[in-house]
């Protein structure tokens, strides 16, 4: 466990990074103005994902916006997790409530993310 957090404290610069450009895309899946959009946010988690080493990535097309899957095994004998996810966001309106833009992350002064 000590080496998992390690790692992550290592890499958390990375990490926020990755994110940041993650919630740049304004990936609400309600709107079809933004269809593209979510669909270039599908494309990103793919590519992600793939780039992490992930062993087994998929966008799957359905009858609205694509699923994406992803899997990796490490040995079949340990036991599995599953995480679930969306990908798409709510429709950021009312925009006057917003202190910034909602697709312009940033980091507050307390050091918390905001987008």
């Known amino acids: 466990m000590q080496s998992a957090l390690q790692h992550a404290s290592h890499h958390f610069p990375t990490f926020v990074e990755e994110l940041v450009e993650l ?5 609400i899946s309600t709107d079809s ?3 593209d959009e ?3 946010c599908a494309t990103w ?3 992600h994902m793939k780039a992490i080493g992930v062993q087994k990535v998929e966008l799957m097309e359905t ?12 040995d079949a004998s ?3 997790v599953l995480v679930y996810g969306h990908y798409d966001v709510q429709p950021p309106d009312p925009l006057e409530l917003w ?3 909602p697709f312009e992350p940033r980091i507050d002064e307390n050091g918390k993310l905001f987008a």
């Open 99 to 101: 202190n910034t833009p």
């Open 33 to 35: 103005e933004y269809a």
């Open 23 to 27: 919630l740049k895309i304004p990936s």
């Open 45 to 47: 988690l793919v590519d």
């Open 63 to 74: 009858g609205g916006h694509p699923i994406i899957y992803g899997e990796h095994i490490v």
């Open 78 to 80: 340990k036991p599995t």
């Open 38 to 40: 979510v669909r270039r």
